[in-house]
């Protein structure tokens, strides 16, 4: 009887709600509907693929309106991305962008009703989400609406980059989220554009080397481990160049590793290179980098305080590392590193 009568009461306050302004409305809810008719989203039965270009146009729109840079609209879609992709979460659309909402954080905890998409009934139930497109309602599988929620949590407590990055932490409420998104957004704030999937491979196809796959080999030195990379061999000074577009996360030394440097890319992708004999000039933390560019060089450092070296043939040690949102773990970059081998060899003939 009891719960019979709280749906009776849920049933009456659904029916009152035409007459009741909804709390939660956001100025987005009405500047987003200007877009509408420009960007034509294209309905969840017809996925259609998109171009970067298109993808970037939708960041800025959406930019314009709420304040919060396009960098950072990208950088949350991107993240959101690589989660699903790590975490193999099953999509609600193929639309342009990767953000999700859950059914009851978009509609309410206490919705009855898991598929509204009523603006007063969602703002009632205190959901999240908005109308970005101007067709009057909030729906989860619609590119502008899902953008525009995200934009309103975004710029909850202001659209600074600092606010920005409270904000961020209180919706994800992780820290290494943040910093990804942090990383993401300053890698399409150096290149301007969202195509930055070209890889290149770590050594000059033109030099002497030599490698094969090495991933899961044992270790000695240190106490017994497996070897998470792959090593290149190659004579000493042979130019490290990165393998992908992204941002320098470590570099420094490692009592295992020697010289190293570490690179995060935007599919949230760990390249690490270990054992150089240098860096390359200038060369700092947060700095982007690009394809083939020079990191440093092949030498034999490590297995030892700063500035060991000769305890092994020089040679370059390269590892992947992947990250599901709280931990990171190694895999084998062998079939990556024939892959963008086979791609530069084409690409100089």
Same mark, same amino acid.
């Given at each position: 009887?009891?719960?019979?009568?709280?749906?009776?009461?849920?049933?009456?306050?659904?029916?009152?709600?035409?007459?009741?302004?909804?709390?939660? &409305?956001?100025?987005?809810?009405?500047?987003?509907?200007?877009?509408?008719?420009?960007?034509?989203?294209?309905?969840?039965?017809?996925?259609? *693929?998109?171009?970067?270009?298109?993808?970037?146009?939708?960041?800025?729109?959406?930019?314009?309106?709420?304040? =919060?840079?396009?960098?950072?609209?990208?950088?949350?879609?991107?993240?959101?991305?690589?989660?699903?992709?790590?975490?193999?979460? *099953?999509?609600?659309?193929?639309?342009?962008?990767?953000?999700?909402?859950?059914?009851?954080?978009?509609?309410?905890?206490?919705?009855?009703?898991?598929?509204?998409?009523?603006?007063?009934?969602?703002?009632?139930?205190?959901?999240?989400?908005?109308?970005?497109?101007?067709?009057?309602?909030?729906?989860?599988?619609?590119?502008?609406?899902?953008?525009?929620?995200?934009?309103?949590?975004?710029? *909850?407590?202001?659209?600074? =980059? %600092?606010?920005?990055?409270?904000?961020?932490?209180?919706?994800?409420?992780?820290?290494? &989220?943040?910093?990804?998104?942090?990383?993401?957004?300053?890698?399409? %704030? &150096?290149?301007?554009?969202?195509?930055?999937? %070209?890889?290149?491979?770590?050594?000059?196809?033109?030099?002497?080397?030599?490698?094969?796959?090495?991933?899961?080999? &044992?270790?000695?030195? @240190?106490?017994?481990?497996?070897?998470? +990379?792959?090593?290149?061999?190659?004579?000493? @000074?042979?130019?490290?160049?990165?393998?992908?577009? @992204?941002?320098?996360? =470590?570099?420094?030394?490692?009592?295992?590793?020697?010289?190293?440097?570490?690179?995060?890319?935007?599919?949230? =992708?760990?390249?690490?290179?270990?054992?150089?004999?240098?860096?390359?000039?200038?060369?700092?933390?947060?700095?982007?980098?690009?394809?083939?560019?020079?990191?440093?060089?092949?030498?034999?450092?490590?297995? @030892?305080?700063?500035?060991?070296?000769?305890?092994?043939?020089?040679?370059?040690?390269? +590892?992947?590392?992947?990250?599901?949102?709280?931990?990171?773990?190694?895999?084998?970059?062998?079939?990556?590193?024939?892959?963008?081998?086979?791609?530069?060899?084409?690409?100089?003939?």
């Amino acid at each position: 009887m009891q719960r019979s009568a709280f749906w009776s009461k849920v049933l009456v306050l659904s029916l009152l709600l035409s007459t009741v302004t909804p709390t939660l &409305s956001s100025h987005l809810d009405l500047a987003h509907a200007t877009v509408n008719n420009q960007l034509n989203p294209t309905p969840s039965s017809q996925p259609m *693929k998109y171009t970067q270009a298109e993808r970037k146009e939708l960041f800025e729109r959406i930019s314009l309106l709420s304040g =919060i840079p396009w960098t950072y609209l990208a950088a949350v879609d991107q993240y959101e991305k690589t989660m699903n992709a790590v975490r193999k979460r *099953k999509t609600v659309h193929l639309g342009m962008t990767n953000i999700e909402f859950s059914e009851s954080a978009w509609v309410g905890v206490l919705n009855p009703d898991p598929q509204d998409t009523n603006l007063k009934s969602v703002a009632f139930f205190h959901g999240l989400g908005r109308d970005g497109s101007g067709d009057g309602m909030a729906d989860r599988t619609n590119d502008l609406d899902v953008l525009a929620t995200m934009a309103a949590i975004l710029s *909850k407590n202001g659209t600074r =980059i %600092e606010n920005l990055h409270i904000n961020l932490w209180q919706y994800y409420q992780n820290a290494r &989220s943040v910093d990804r998104i942090r990383q993401f957004a300053a890698i399409y %704030e &150096s290149l301007g554009t969202l195509e930055a999937n %070209e890889h290149a491979f770590p050594l000059p196809i033109s030099a002497d080397y030599s490698y094969r796959s090495t991933w899961g080999d &044992s270790r000695g030195w @240190g106490g017994h481990r497996t070897h998470e +990379g792959t090593d290149l061999f190659a004579h000493y @000074g042979v130019p490290v160049r990165s393998t992908c577009y @992204g941002i320098v996360e =470590i570099k420094g030394w490692n009592p295992y590793g020697g010289w190293r440097i570490g690179i995060r890319d935007l599919n949230n =992708i760990y390249h690490y290179y270990a054992h150089l004999s240098g860096f390359q000039k200038n060369i700092k933390i947060n700095d982007i980098v690009k394809p083939g560019q020079t990191l440093g060089w092949v030498g034999s450092s490590g297995y @030892g305080k700063p500035g060991t070296s000769g305890k092994f043939p020089p040679h370059l040690h390269f +590892g992947l590392y992947r990250d599901n949102g709280s931990t990171e773990w190694s895999y084998d970059p062998y079939p990556s590193l024939r892959r963008w081998e086979r791609e530069d060899r084409i690409k100089n003939k």
